[in-house]
């Protein structure tokens, strides 16, 4: 949350010195577990404060001994891209008995510590609020028993705890992404895509089963993200007579010439009689039912493994900054709170809010009060079911209203993956809202060579996880030739737009709107979904395959650092791209762990190099092996990604020596990763939705003519809300010649990943979270991690 201007404050004035912070991983493992805790450690010795590890979580805390360790800024070098936990976690019985936490608090006395991040589920969370509730009777008590002297009950009055949820069900209330959800999603689609192959050629129909005993969240988004045919969670199980409306659904798809049926099944769905769904069922009833050739797929533990996410990385390293900051923060009164983030923003919520409102929604389940169940989940885990139900299942055409409205959706600038997921969103709602589609090919300069035809529900089937833009797509901007667009606007009667794209989508729009004067065709509602790798699209915080591109610079990084895996000190100049916008390089580098990042937006000299060099070489001189810098393409026309590699193979000859590489355009390609695919799904068919309410509007006199400023809008993200803002507006928020907004919201992440490099540095704190609460309404349009 934003504080006001009168605490703007920077983290030198929150000393740690003194402090004891201990950072413990329990119940299930998470993919980005590692990054939390090494955010946590780094960011606590930056502070001043002694950090320890507790391996094996609650039951290390109990026995003690070298189960609780010091940690140093290098043992948590290398982590970042470690899945898993390498601290380790347990579920722990002595935990749960007063003699357990007996034993853990006075382990904890003797080393000084009474601040304590715990990263795990509600279950851990509920455990360590216990502890910090019996903290001063279980002191008194080790007095009684001669364990401790008096003073210690003095000098250690107060446990403060800070909890961070890591779990890949996303079953916590409260916040919007729990620690390894994304990673966990990308195990499921990997799966999914390659699935998807195998069962096109056999024309084959595939059951799989993903983890979500309590939640369907992973089975909920995953099938939004590869466009299931059929999906069964806990949280709304399906109506009496399911099984033969699934039945015709897999029959008209099949018919539809589609040759392949996935349904997806969370492991704890039910029935309306709370009796278990299983995989087994399902895929009896199809054989028995259709005689389709079906398999089953138990996705298992798979999707707790492996390489966390760039999502992940980041999200965990925000907030274990956060987390050492809310302990600095902390006061004997303020109760134990959980960290996390709502859009891009960094909230803190009572902890024990957190864990009643999940309670909640078992609860309810347990009363079959399903509704209520899905609205305590959350708006996100809301409207991903509306979205689903909205794309996945076609009404009959006599239940389709007529609205003769005719919708012209086109890709303009270059590809992003999850355009095509934008575009089978697009299509689907607005047919469902009775709208003629009509797609263009090769953006503007398709448009006016009349590259245009009408696009229908089953045309854009298997859309979703289709990298690139399957409808073409140029840089081409329309002022040239407005009058030939406005021709074929004519001559297919095309009543609103909806363009997905870059930059120049934005910049069409703006030449669109000056067209109006000369042209009536384009008084029409006319609507922009940002869809760029380079993140550098005014108006929105986020854009279409950004994500996409930052997981693959991102693997390419922990590949490119792993090939130096035993050889002499290395250090790599990595190129990415971006344009002038320093989005990708920025936050890749916060997810790869790099050492510097050179970016247009942040102006840097030779003595800034300079610096770098000599603090890169300190480093190597200790234990650090492998050094990353990454550069923005146009971060400065002088100092080149050869100039920089060359001044650091002079300047660290004898130390390290160098290597370089230019990412290029694999940044664009490959398949969209989950986050693209629901954010391209979600807010496209947000925008259409708005498209329809504007034909309405705007519809006089038999025609529709809609020429006022907030009829030619972007719709983005900004901070916790998906915002609707006519292009005119932005253009004063706009920096032309660079095409890049005039402020952007991730530059205040590059302080933290200085700091997580050993960089001294200050870092403002004034949009650090104040402590919110859970029954607070979200803003009327947030959709939290309004992709996810």
């Known amino acids: 949350m934003a504080q006001s201007d009168t605490k703007k404050i920077f983290f030198e004035n929150l000393s740690g010195a003194g402090k004891a912070i201990a950072v413990l991983t329990s119940g299930g493992d998470a993919q980005g577990m590692n990054a939390a805790v090494r955010a946590v ?331 209520e169940a899905v609205k305590l989940r959350g708006r996100s885990f809301e409207n991903n079911l509306k979205t689903y139900k909205l794309l996945a299942h076609r009404k009959p055409e006599s239940e389709l209203p007529t609205s003769n409205f005719n919708v012209a959706v086109l890709n303009v600038g270059a590809p992003a993956a999850g355009m095509n997921a934008a575009v089978r969103s697009a299509v689907r709602v607005g047919i469902s809202e009775g709208h003629k589609m009509f797609a ?49 606007m004519r001559a297919h009667n095309i009543n609103a737009l909806l363009v997905i794209g870059g930059f120049e989508a934005f910049l069409s729009l703006l030449e669109l709107l000056t067209a109006r004067g000369k042209y009536d065709e384009f008084c029409v509602p006319m609507i922009m979904v940002p869809a760029t790798v380079s993140n550098n699209i005014p108006g929105s915080d986020l854009s279409i395959g950004a994500d996409t ?83 923005n393409e146009n971060s400065n026309e002088n100092y080149t990604t050869d100039f920089i590699y060359q001044l650091y193979s002079e300047e660290g000859k004898g130390v390290f020596d160098c290597r370089k590489n230019v990412l290029g355009h694999m940044q664009q390609g490959g398949a969209p990763s989950p986050f693209d695919r629901n954010f391209g799904t979600k807010i496209s068919a947000k925008a259409m939705q708005w498209v329809t309410k504007k034909l309405v509007e705007t519809f006089r006199q038999g025609r529709v003519f809609a020429n006022t400023e907030d009829s030619c809008c972007l719709l983005g993200m900004r901070r916790r809300a998906l915002i609707f803002q006519p292009v005119v507006q932005l253009k004063g928020e706009t920096d032309f010649v660079h095409r890049i907004p005039k402020e952007q919201w991730w530059l205040k992440l590059r302080p933290l990943m200085k700091i997580l490099a050993k960089y001294k540095t200050s870092y403002d704190v004034s949009d650090s979270g104040q402590l919110e609460h859970v029954v607070h309404n979200r803003p009327k349009d947030s959709d939290a991690s309004v992709a996810m």
């Open 41 to 371: 450690v780094r960011m606590g010795l930056y502070v001043g404060a002694k950090v320890y590890f507790i391996r094996e979580g609650y039951q290390g805390m109990v026995d003690g001994g070298e189960n609780i360790t010091e940690a140093t800024w290098e043992s948590v070098s290398s982590m970042l891209q470690v899945g898993g936990t390498v601290i380790g976690s347990a579920r722990c019985k002595d935990f749960r008995t007063h003699e357990g936490r007996l034993k853990a608090a006075l382990n904890l006395v003797k080393l000084g510590i009474t601040n304590l991040c715990v990263i795990g589920g509600d279950g851990s969370l509920t455990g360590a609020n216990l502890f910090r509730e019996e903290w001063s009777g279980l002191l008194t008590e080790l007095v009684e028993q001669g364990s401790i002297e008096q003073q210690s009950v003095q000098t250690y009055s107060a446990l403060h705890i800070v909890g961070m949820v890591g779990s890949i069900d996303n079953d916590f209330c409260g916040t919007d992404m729990t620690i390894g959800t994304d990673s966990a999603l990308h195990r499921i689609i990997e799966v999914v895509d390659a699935i998807m192959t195998t069962a096109q050629s056999h024309q084959r129909t595939f059951v799989l089963e993903v983890m979500g005993r309590h939640c369907g969240y992973l089975a909920l988004v995953s099938a939004l993200a590869c466009g299931a045919d059929w999906v069964l969670i806990p949280e709304m199980p399906p109506e009496d007579g399911w099984e033969e409306k699934m039945c015709q659904k897999l029959s008209a798809n099949r018919a539809g010439m589609k040759r392949l049926n996935i349904i997806i099944v969370a492991e704890g769905a039910i029935d309306h009689n709370n009796k278990p769904i299983t995989t087994d069922y399902i895929k009896d009833l199809v054989v028995k039912c259709l005689g389709f050739d079906t398999r089953v797929t138990i996705l298992g533990h798979v999707q707790r493994g492996g390489t966390p996410s760039a999502f992940d990385r980041i999200l965990a390293s925000r907030m274990g900054v956060e987390a050492v900051l809310a302990l600095l923060e902390t006061t004997a009164n303020t109760p134990a709170c959980v960290v996390s983030l709502c859009g891009n923003q960094s909230v803190r919520l009572p902890l024990m809010e957190c864990v009643e409102m999940t309670q909640k929604v078992q609860k309810a389940m347990d009363e079959k009060k399903f509704e």
């Open 440 to 488: 263009v090919s090769d953006g503007f300069e398709g448009f006016y060579k009349g590259q245009i035809k009408e696009i229908k529900w089953a045309d854009v089937g298997g859309w979703t996880g289709q990298g690139g833009s399957l409808l073409g797509t140029k840089r081409t901007l329309p002022a040239k030739h407005v009058e030939k667009i406005a021709e074929q």
């Open 549 to 631: 591109a930052l997981n693959a610079i991102t693997t390419t990084c922990d590949r490119i650092k792993q090939s130096a895996s035993g050889t002499k000190r290395r250090v790599f100049i990595i190129e990415t791209m971006g344009g002038y916008c320093g989005y990708l390089a920025t936050v890749a580098g916060l997810a790869a762990g790099a050492d510097a990042a050179y970016i247009y937006e942040e102006p840097f000299d030779i003595r800034d190099l300079q610096a770098n060099v000599e603090h890169l070489t300190e480093k190597m001189k200790t234990s650090i092996q492998r050094g990353l810098v990454l550069r």
